[in-house]
């Protein structure tokens, strides 16, 4: 692969209708699309990709209904608690973003602890995105950037881009390069919506636990035709001489 993403944020999305196809409950999907998961940070942490950031659960699917939720909360629980051996013999560090205070007790210590075992790895960077929106990471900026004004540690004037992505989840990653999703819907339905500026978008049909190496090498092969330009010509990017 001639160019790969440092950083890439996927929307697992499609667990719901994996399940509706074979008749099963919904939460069955949910249990595949974690086997799916497993297996993208394994692929991501072989290949040396520096950053991925999963989207497990967003601001909005509390208004699912209470018994898919409860179970979604039991699948990280029990998958953190199983996967965590495996991510720190992979060097994997595992961190969190979002909203977790929320959440049940024991799926909050499970979180801590996970994290915890994992700080001083030092392999790929994986970001676990749970009760998690980009309006409300944005929102939690502004309020924090409001508060230092209001006690005098910064002026209005020392508003600016550099300042509100200091202050946003994911500000000691790179942007991500590649954005996926999966399941069909092209949205980016409240993910990182600052970070995501300059991102190369991907978007595929393959339901979440149908995702696999070879689908996913397909996203980085679309990836890596592609010219990113960040507002520049063609011509600046591959360093061709310009007119003033
Ligand atoms: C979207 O599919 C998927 C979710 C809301 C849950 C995603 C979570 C996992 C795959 C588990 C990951 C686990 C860890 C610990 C990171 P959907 O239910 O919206 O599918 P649908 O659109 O077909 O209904």
């Given at each position: ?32 699309g974690v086997d799916s998961t497993r ?60 909203d977790v205070s929320a959440f ?141």
């Open positions: 692969m001639s160019e790969l993403p440092d950083h890439i944020a996927i929307i697992m999305d499609g667990n719901g209708r994996w399940a509706r196809q074979r008749k099963l409950p919904r939460h069955l999907g949910h249990k595949s297996d993208i940070i394994q692929i991501c942490s072989d290949r040396h990709i520096k950053a991925l950031t999963l989207f497990a659960f967003s601001s909005e699917n509390w208004k699912r209904p209470k018994k898919e939720v409860g179970l979604l909360m039991n699948l990280f629980f029990t998958a953190l608690q199983r996967e965590i051996k495996r991510l720190n013999d992979n060097n994997v560090r595992m961190t969190f973003i979002g049940p007790d024991k799926l909050q210590k499970q979180i801590s602890r996970s994290a915890e075992k994992t700080s001083t790895n030092t392999g790929l960077e994986l970001r676990i995105a749970v009760n998690y929106g980009g309006r409300w990471d944005i929102v939690n900026a502004v309020r924090g950037i409001a508060e230092k004004i209001e006690s005098n540690e910064l002026n209005s004037s020392d508003i600016s881009e550099e300042l509100v992505a200091e202050n946003l989840s994911l500000s000691d990653l790179p942007e991500p390069d590649l954005f996926i999703r999966t399941g069909g819907e092209k949205r980016i339905s409240n993910f990182l919506l600052w970070q995501l500026a300059y991102t190369e978008l991907y978007f595929c049909d393959v339901l979440w636990p149908d995702f696999n190496e070879k689908i996913f090498d397909e996203a980085l092969e679309s990836y890596a035709l592609r010219q990113r330009r960040f507002g520049k010509t063609g011509e600046q990017v591959k360093g061709k001489p310009q007119d003033a």
